[in-house]
């Protein structure tokens, strides 16, 4: 996976996802009925969304900047816990904050996409726990 071009498309999608929660979402909800309590409870919910689905992201850039010298399969679940850990997270509070009522058993969820967030970044660690002592490869290279 190159994990570089995964990142920047992801982190492309979350400001996008991020601009409609800030510009578009407050009118959809109040066209969809909401009170201002609803309104700004489900803005909170979207917005965490957006911040975490940006994390992931930048997490992924890391995955991607360290995968250019490290071969590891470690690595590799880090990239993949963190893309799918936010899909799962961050998918659901947007469908949380965009749907009905109705699925507001979906949050019951969400926990598992930040376990599984969480399980990348400890990944990462442990690439980096299993190199430590490791000289960097000469400038240039890598």
Excluded: K
């Excluded at 489900?42 to 490290?70: I, W």
């Excluded at 997270?89 to 599984?116: H, N």
């Excluded at 000289?135 to 240039?140: K, L």
């Amino acid at each position: 996976m190159n994990w570089l071009t995964t990142a920047g498309i992801w982190g492309a999608i979350g400001i996008a996802i991020g601009a409609f929660g800030a510009h578009g979402l407050p009118t959809y909800l109040g066209e969809s009925g909401y009170d201002a309590a609803a309104v700004a409870q489900r803005l909170e919910t979207f917005h965490t969304g957006a911040q975490y689905h940006m994390y992931a992201a930048l997490g992924l850039v890391g995955v991607g900047v360290a995968a250019r010298s490290v071969v590891s399969g470690t690595l590799q679940a880090a990239g993949w816990l963190q893309l799918g850990g936010s899909l799962i997270f961050s998918g659901l509070l947007y469908a949380i904050a965009l749907l009905s009522d109705d699925f507001r058993w979906l949050g019951a969820i969400v926990p598992i996409g930040g376990l599984t967030m969480i399980g990348g970044w400890v990944m990462i660690a442990v690439t980096g726990f299993a190199r430590r002592g490791e000289s960097p490869p000469p400038m240039g290279e890598g």
